[in-house]
């Protein structure tokens, strides 16, 4: 068996050893005779497994006690429609900060349900940076307002947390939580999908402060209706379960590797390869301006795109794969969530370093 160097944007490279578990337990779970995929949701050792899950979220993150954590289907998108359903209530607008793609998704999406104020854009520097926080022009009547804290495709990160005073922060972290302490307490509503740092697509995660609870739209759907599905312990309907188990079992594995302070130094570590090698070179270039590049994420462009393909080539010749840039920008682009070791990125620090030797 070879397992390569999986730089995948999503769904993404999984701890081994999470993966070894739960090839293990495959057939039969802990003694039940079950794989977990064959399990009523309903079932004693579902609901373990499930209340299990959460604990060791909550627990990571530190979640407060007056949040909710809910588990859904729909993914990070779905999300985009779920929110404003929930959380409008008698507003009429909410506010949105445009970083990127994925901000850009969750605006479109958002301007179904309710007006948006993008309260401020990246777009004149093309993305390649957060706006400072002094040139929003929020609007204290919105509903909330919306960031992408990470943004995936164009590896732009927030490293700080913006304080929106009364009106509730919303984030999609779909690809950064749990690569590093977060307050929780500062947000009204945090949402991933979890294919990227968590488990396998298929599972949506919602962190949500409990007083935003029971405004939704009557025509919110019940199985996205945050407050059924807090009250329903996520059962309103069938719930991932599989997906939730495995999400379980990284969990657990990060807790045992010290937590998120300790996974945010080996973070760190592993994007500072990258990073400082690129700043050194004229051959290949990241945008983005120091203080808010991504530590999941890092999109690179060659001098010459030409080159673009026999780069890929012999990256996957040598095991790495998965690093062509998005479709939008072109370029390459190494995905370093939490499962990637340091090693995959020295392989590939040394790989362009033997690249740009060759066709420098
Ligand atoms: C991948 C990603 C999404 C997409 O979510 P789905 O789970 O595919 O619906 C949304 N937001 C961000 C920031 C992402 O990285």
Not at 97 to 103: A, F, K, Q, V, Y
Not at 188 to 193: A, D, K, N, P, T
Not at 199 to 205: C, D, H, K, M, V
Request: some cysteine.
């Amino acid at each position: 068996m070879t397992r390569v160097f999986n730089f995948s944007a999503g769904p993404a490279t999984l701890p081994e050893s999470v993966l070894r578990t739960a090839a293990a337990e495959m057939l039969d779970w802990h003694g039940s005779g079950m794989s977990v995929m064959e399990m009523s949701h309903r079932g004693k050792e579902f609901i373990a497994i499930h209340a299990e899950a959460e604990s060791l979220l909550r627990e990571l993150l530190a979640i407060p006690a007056n949040y909710k954590v809910v588990f859904l289907q729909g993914g990070a998108i779905g999300q985009n429609a779920i929110i404003p359903m929930n959380l409008l209530g008698g507003h009429s607008s909410a506010d949105y900060i445009h970083t990127g793609e994925w901000s850009k998704k969750s605006i479109k999406e958002a301007q179904k349900y309710c007006k948006v104020n993008v309260a401020a854009s990246a777009e004149a520097n093309n993305f390649t940076s957060v706006p400072k926080r002094d040139t929003w022009k929020l609007n204290p009547d919105a509903a909330y307002v919306h960031i992408c804290s990470n943004e995936t495709i164009g590896g732009v990160e927030y490293h700080w947390t913006p304080d929106t005073g009364a009106v509730p922060l919303v984030a999609d972290m779909s690809s950064n939580i749990l690569s590093r302490p977060v307050d929780v307490s500062k947000y009204g509503l945090i949402y991933c999908g979890a294919q990227k740092n968590i488990g396998p697509a298929g599972l949506t995660i919602v962190i949500v402060r409990e007083d935003l609870l029971g405004r939704a739209l009557p025509i919110t759907p019940s199985a996205f209706d945050y407050k059924q599905q807090a009250e329903a312990d996520s059962m309103l309907n069938t719930p991932p379960t599989y997906a939730i188990y495995i999400a379980g079992l990284v969990f657990k594995h990060l807790k045992e590797q010290g937590g998120l302070s300790a996974i945010e130094r080996h973070n760190r570590a592993k994007a500072a390869v990258l990073y400082d090698y690129l700043d050194q070179s004229s051959f290949y270039r990241n945008p983005v301006v120091p203080e808010d590049r991504s530590l999941m994420n890092v999109p690179f462009k060659l001098k010459d795109e030409s080159l673009d393909d026999a780069f890929l080539k012999g990256a996957q010749a040598r095991g790495m794969l998965q690093l062509k840039g998005h479709r939008s920008v072109g370029g390459m682009r190494a995905s370093i969530y939490n499962a990637m070791p340091i090693e995959g990125v020295q392989a590939l620090v040394a790989y362009m370093k033997e690249f740009e030797a060759a066709h420098g």
